[in-house]
């Protein structure tokens, strides 16, 4: 079956623009969680969101934001980007109705802030 | 918050070559899972351990949680070059974690042949 799809794959954004990511999950699975992968600061979670509600939420500022659509796809967003803001931005889906389960992760969509 | 502290950060060694990496913390995890990402790709899950004390064995990986779950271990015996990769530990925090994991920084493992 499909993996995990995130679209663009690269783009190039410039500080103070915004940006919107998409996820979409593997068929059947409701949970999809963001994470963002620096050198410094490796893969840290960001939001996570369970049939259209936010179930939880990491410590980056309120500029970070995502939603979730009745067929479990994805978006994320990022409002007045910082050059700070350059990272590999990962979509993953799980099975779990509780818990993390099983993440399967997409190859993710690399922003670059200039 | 928790912290998961990951070690070596890297490890370069030659095919035929055993290997440990270690990742450890001062909190308790509910489970333990370890990734692998290649350049370019999304880490892809390897294995997790959710019982104190317990080994899995996945052909020439050996993975090992630590009695109190606060952490575990990853041994590659006769390393190939195939091996070569991130790896990462990563911890979850209980029932409440909704999709949220707790990552070690990784190990950058290249085996030469």
């Known amino acids: 079956k499909a993996g995990v799809t995130q679209t663009p794959r690269y783009l190039i954004k410039t500080r103070g623009q915004q940006v919107t990511l998409s996820c979409s999950p593997i068929?059947?699975?409701?949970?999809v969680s963001w994470y963002q992968q620096t050198p410094g600061q490796g893969l840290q979670f960001l939001f996570e969101?369970?049939?259209?509600?936010?179930?939880n939420k990491g410590n980056f500022p309120g500029r970070f934001s995502g939603r979730q659509f009745s067929n479990s796809r994805s978006e994320m967003n990022v409002s007045t980007l910082e050059l700070g803001d350059s990272a590999l931005y990962l979509c993953a889906s799980s099975l779990a109705l509780a818990g993390v389960g099983e993440l399967f992760f997409g190859e993710g969509s690399r922003l670059t802030v200039l | 918050t928790q912290l998961l502290e990951q070690s070596p950060q890297f490890l370069s060694i030659q095919e035929g070559e055993n290997l440990t990496v270690y990742c450890n913390s001062s909190s308790v995890f509910s489970s333990l899972q370890w990734y692998r990402q290649e350049p370019g790709e999304g880490p892809v899950l390897l294995v997790t351990?959710?019982?104190?004390?317990e080994v899995k064995k996945l052909k020439r990986l050996t993975f090992q949680f630590g009695d109190a779950r606060k952490d575990s271990s990853l041994h590659i015996t006769a390393a190939q070059p195939g091996d070569t990769g991130l790896y990462l530990c990563a911890g979850e925090g209980g029932g409440t974690s909704y999709g949220k994991l707790t990552f070690g920084q990784g190990t950058i493992l290249t085996v030469h042949p």
């Open positions: 969101y369970f049939s259209e509600t936010q179930r």
């Open positions: 351990v959710v019982t104190g004390g």
């Open positions: 068929s059947g699975h409701r949970s």
